[in-house]
């Protein structure tokens, strides 16, 4: 059976959805955020809800942006991956406990840690990425979007 899809039977409401991604976007790059950097942000909340789609669609976007193919390679690993700072670990372990709410609440420490890095814009930003590249990630897997060579 094919899936409905979402963006196509509610467009309004899809393109409200991509209008406020647009604008989360624009105020993290405003902010200093690297917009290399966002779209590894966004792989990885991609793969950790497990949406080919979006995996696909966010290393497209980072190789865009000159990032490198050993640094995308690595993001699923980031931890034990020499290629990210202290500064963008931070980043992944905030976005990634925003992404797995089920788990429970965003440890204090973890918040924390990002804090030494990040501004409070900046904190709300990465936050609201996750967010947003969630509701993407749901869309695309309750639709069933296709994942072809």
């Known amino acids: 059976m094919t899936r409905v899809s979402l963006s196509k ?5 899809y393109n409200k959805l991509i209008e406020i991604s647009n604008n989360i976007d624009e105020q993290a790059i405003s902010l200093g ?9 966004k792989l990885r909340i991609s793969q950790i809800n497990g949406c080919a789609f979006c995996v696909r669609l966010h290393t497209q976007d ?8 050993d640094k995308i390679a690595l993001v699923t690993v980031w931890e034990e991956a020499g290629y990210f700072s202290q500064k963008e670990k931070a980043a992944f372990l905030l976005a990634e406990s925003v992404n797995m ?8 420490e973890i918040y924390e840690k990002a804090a ?9 930003l990465i936050e609201w990425l996750s967010i947003i590249i969630g509701s993407f990630n749901r869309i695309a897997i309750a639709s069933r979007y296709s994942v072809k060579p």
């Open 9 to 13: 039977n509610s467009p309004n409401a």
């Open 33 to 41: 955020l690297d917009v290399g950097f966002i779209h590894l942000l």
């Open 62 to 69: 980072a190789q865009k942006c000159d990032v490198s193919i």
């Open 101 to 108: 709410i089920h788990a429970g609440h965003i440890p204090t």
């Open 116 to 124: 030494e890095y990040w501004s409070e814009e900046q904190l709300a």
